[in-house]
């Protein structure tokens, strides 16, 4: 029989930072509150949380990485909404974001996660932050815990 190494959803409080991106705030702040509702469902106490508030998408992972380094969290989960039709920028912030985030996590060994709605529509936005497609903050703090639980078990 192999040895099967994973993590189960149950936060026993770990400590988790939340980045969140004040562009598209109507839609990241509804991508928080789930998050934060989804750490509670599974058990963890909110006063384990901590938030940060940045501007944009491009700018979460300086941030994370910061949280990461000096709060030592257990993990960090990012926030962001990018909207393809409101900018030529989308590209860019996209990507930087993305390749951002996923640096953090492999250089500080704190699993960062990308929980960066990329649409091209802010209806295809709204579908990902709480309607059709479910909510994209609750799956990226699901997936913090996860990986927080798969790490201690290798
Ligand atoms: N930031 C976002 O989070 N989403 C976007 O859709 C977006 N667009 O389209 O421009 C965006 N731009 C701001 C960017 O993240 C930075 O805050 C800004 O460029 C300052 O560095």
Not at 31 to 46: E, P, T
Not at 52 to 76: F, I, N, Q, W, Y
Request: glycine share 10%; proline share 3%; charged share 20%.
């Amino acid at each position: 029989m192999p040895e099967v190494l994973e993590g189960d959803l149950m936060t026993r409080d770990a400590k988790i930072a939340l980045v969140v991106s004040r562009f598209n705030d109507f839609i990241t702040s509804r991508l928080l509150d789930a998050a934060v509702d989804c750490y509670s469902r599974h058990g963890g106490d909110a006063g384990q949380l901590t938030v940060a508030h940045v501007p944009g998408s491009m700018e979460l992972p300086v941030a994370a990485m910061k949280l990461a380094k000096t709060r030592k969290p257990d993990a960090v989960v990012c926030l962001g909404c990018v909207i393809r039709g409101q900018t030529s920028h989308y590209d860019h912030v996209a990507s930087e974001a993305a390749h951002g985030i996923a640096r953090v996590g492999i250089e500080t060994g704190v699993p960062t996660i990308f929980g960066v709605i990329t649409a091209d529509t802010l209806e295809q936005a709204i579908e990902r932050a709480g309607s059709k497609q479910g909510n994209q903050g609750a799956k990226a703090m699901l997936a913090a815990i996860e990986m927080v639980n798969l790490l201690k078990t290798i």
